[in-house]
């Protein structure tokens, strides 16, 4: 099979030294979390404890409401302080469960099958829905709706995304090397369940000892996956641009991987999988990516989901004094943070500290009409006009204009000699379309 690569794209400074070759290390358990009850893409959760509940490792604390939602859990033994609203990464307050730890991990386990192999596709998905599982590689789509494909689009492919293309993020290169069996287990786990015939694990070049450790280790297990290395460019690890490296298919515009007979998982989702199907635990924590230049010990933790930020970075030597940036995520899709008591959360990869801002040093000049945005953008977009059309509030305009289509991957604004907050603008136009859509679908 020949690899293609998709067309455009950039190639941001890799700057993976801070973390990669750094062993994930555990960090002691925080002596309170806040556990936002909206983690994902879909309806909030309801919460089902109340101030003073005792609670235990893995219990539900917040119920999905509909089938775009996934449940959230404690992830700590603990009593509820609390339940109001906290900032989250954006500014937006958020329904959050404050809860203290009381002392060491008392579970509570999912019921789970006893052998996953024999297992139905539906009892599976019952399990991976509630553990609350969403996509962890930053987009938190709710994964038991991924993995229930329509009947009328049946999937013949799986592809495992071990991409991690932006720039400084080495949690999923990490667990590819430590946890290599688990996540193989949750790709079969996932494989069976969507009954899919084929199996690809996308890797990027980048990433030697990560294809030759999954690579041996696919052998050894004799599983039926192949291991595709791929172009080092940005932003390969984009559901579409994958599917465009290995399967040389196009998902039509507007559409989804389900309509070209696709499904991509994430490797920390596969992970996520194995713990909750073989294991019976849900998702309460994750590898994050403590980077940067202005960190005084960047390294890769396992934390547990709604931890507070400060804490994390106080684990990782706390922060030079020269630091002027925190972003959650890597450069090119992350949020800069205004306040570093916000809460860790499932889709939360990495923290990037620098002593040099990421985003843009300087002023927005005048568009030049220089076109650079449009020769990157890996979905053939206009960037220029669609972040002019929200800027002039001209929404129709940037809905014709496919607006809705951006991936947010961030190659406009890396490329702007400018420097116009392209994405912020389309982001803007994209809320407000989504937003009139639903209007005018009630
Ligand atoms: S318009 Fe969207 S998809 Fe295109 S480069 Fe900019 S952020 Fe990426
Ligand atoms: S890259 Fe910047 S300056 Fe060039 S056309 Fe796009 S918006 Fe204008």
């Known amino acids: 099979m020949r690899h293609q690569s998709f067309r455009h794209g950039v190639h941001p400074k890799e700057e993976k030294s801070y973390t990669q070759s750094k062993s994930i290390e555990s960090i002691p358990l925080p002596d309170e979390v806040f556990i936002p009850l909206q983690q994902h893409i879909g309806r909030a959760c309801t919460a089902i404890v109340n101030k003073k509940d005792e609670v235990k490792t893995g219990q539900v604390i917040g119920k999905a409401s509909g089938f775009i939602s996934s449940p959230v859990h404690s992830s700590v033994t603990g009593i509820v302080k609390e339940i109001g609203l906290n900032m989250n990464h954006l500014g937006v307050r958020i329904p959050t469960v404050r809860i203290q730890r009381t002392g060491d991990d008392d ?23 509630e553990a609350g599982i969403v996509g962890m590689g930053g987009a938190a789509f709710p ?15 799986f592809i495992l995304n071990g991409c991690e293309c932006e720039p400084y993020l080495t949690c999923d290169h990490r667990i590819m090397l430590e946890q290599t069996d688990k996540i193989l287990t949750g790709m079969a786990i996932i494989m069976k369940m ?7 694990i996308g890797i990027e070049k980048n990433k030697p000892d990560a294809i030759k450790k999954m690579r041996e280790q696919v052998k050894a297990g004799d599983y039926p996956f192949k291991v595709v290395p791929l172009k080092v ?10 599917i465009k490296a290995i399967l040389n298919r196009k998902v039509p515009t507007g559409g989804l991987p389900g309509d070209v007979g696709v499904i991509v998982h994430n490797v920390g989702t596969a992970l996520a999988v194995t713990e909750a199907v073989v294991e ?17 010990s960047p390294k890769n933790v396992e934390i547990r989901i709604g ?39 499932k ?11 990421q985003k843009s040093s300087q002023e927005p000049g005048p568009c030049i009409r ?22 002039k509030e001209f929404y129709e305009e940037s809905d014709r204009f496919g607006i809705l289509n951006c991936i947010e991957c961030g190659c406009c604004v890396y490329v702007c000699p400018s420097k116009i907050p392209l994405l912020q603008w389309i982001r803007v136009g994209k809320f407000i379309v989504n937003e009139n859509k639903k209007l005018a679908a009630s």
């Open 233 to 242: 460019k940005y932003p390969q690890g984009a559901e579409k641009m994958l």
């Open 307 to 345: 931890s507070p930020l400060n804490y994390i970075i106080k684990h990782c030597g706390g922060l030079k004094e020269e630091a002027t940036s925190i972003i959650l995520g890597g450069p090119m899709m992350g949020v800069s943070l205004f306040d570093l008591s916000i809460p860790i959360v």
């Open 280 to 296: 019976g635990k849900p998702l309460i924590k994750r590898v994050v990516s403590m980077t940067g230049d202005a960190l005084h």
């Open 347 to 357: 889709a939360s990869s990495g923290v990037l500290c620098t002593r040099h801002p």
């Open 107 to 129: 579970w509570q386990y999912l019921t789970i099958p006893d052998n996953w192999q024999l297992a139905s596709s539906e009892e599976l998905n019952r399990v991976v829905f």
């Open 370 to 391: 220089c076109n650079s945005c449009v020769s990157a953008c890996p979905m053939f977009l206009l960037p220029n006009r669609l972040a002019r059309f929200s800027e």
């Open 143 to 157: 994964s038991h709706v991924k993995l229930s494909p329509l009947l009328e689009k049946p999937v013949d492919s």
């Open 194 to 200: 969507l009954a899919a015939k084929q199996g690809f």
